[in-house]
């Protein structure tokens, strides 16, 4: 199957600093990138959706100020999580979605961040 | 209503045990069916996709789409502690949207 890699895989920041997180379709162009957010036993949260080239379309009540996102490549997408709070403490994951048969989205393995 | 309902279990089996996994749905528009599986700290990983109605078998899993009654299952034969995970459905038309259901939690007993 289609590869997505993140990087980092988990970062420790003081609060207010910006982080960011890479996500990359390793083997496979991506036409979309999703971001997700993720809370200990909870389902996934949709952060927003990106195509490349264009502007990130965030859902609603998610900051798109404090969550910047970029897809400047069929392959590359990056989160930056800007001024983190503790309550940014999240699993973030990225997909990526490809269209060959059909319509699928491939994940990454998920940056665990934690904000002190 | 919710696009996609998934009874969240958990759900506790022995080993060797058929597991049944099932979602709802209430858009006739979907046409693109996936269940994921997702450790815990790790990001989900596809497991099944199928397109449009009828089965799709894959080692020990098979998925079905049931598109006239909106329901789609996935089925794991001979169970096995290393299939305990959460396992997510997922439905799509476009490829620009997908739903997700909550995720059923599995644990299997050896």
């Known amino acids: 199957g289609a590869v997505v890699s993140q990087h980092p895989s988990w970062v420790i920041c003081k609060s207010g600093t910006s982080v960011k997180i890479e996500c990359r379709s390793l083997?496979?162009?991506?036409?979309?990138m999703f971001w997700y957010r993720q809370f200990p036993k909870q389902s996934l949260m949709l952060m927003a959706t990106?195509?490349?080239?264009?502007?990130?379309?965030?859902e609603q009540g998610v900051e798109k100020d404090k969550f910047l996102i970029n897809h400047a490549s069929l392959t590359l997408s990056t989160l930056t999580v800007t001024s983190a709070h503790p309550e940014d403490s999240s699993f973030y994951i990225c997909?990526?979605?490809?269209?060959?048969?059909?319509?699928?989205?491939?994940f990454g393995p998920g940056t665990r961040l934690l904000v002190l | 209503q919710k696009e996609v309902e998934q009874d969240p279990g958990p759900l506790s089996v022995p080993e060797g045990a058929i597991v049944s996994l099932n979602c709802t749905y209430s858009?006739?528009?979907?046409?693109?069916f996936m269940w994921y599986r997702q450790y815990s700290r790790k990001g989900p990983e596809l497991l099944m996709y199928?397109?449009?109605?009828g089965n799709k078998e894959d080692g020990r899993f098979t998925a079905q789409v049931d598109k006239s009654s909106k329901y789609i299952s996935l089925f794991i034969r001979d169970s096995q502690p290393s299939d305990s995970a959460t396992y997510l459905c997922?439905?799509?038309?476009?490829?620009?949207?997908?739903?997700f259901g909550t995720g059923t939690s599995l644990t299997v007993i050896p």
């Open positions: 199928t397109y449009s109605s």
């Open positions: 997909s990526g979605a490809f269209r060959t048969q059909g319509e699928t989205q491939y």
């Open positions: 083997d496979f162009q991506a036409t979309t």
């Open positions: 990106s195509n490349e080239g264009s502007k990130a379309t965030y």
């Open positions: 997922a439905l799509t038309n476009t490829g620009n949207q997908f739903y």
């Open positions: 858009n006739s528009a979907f046409q693109y």
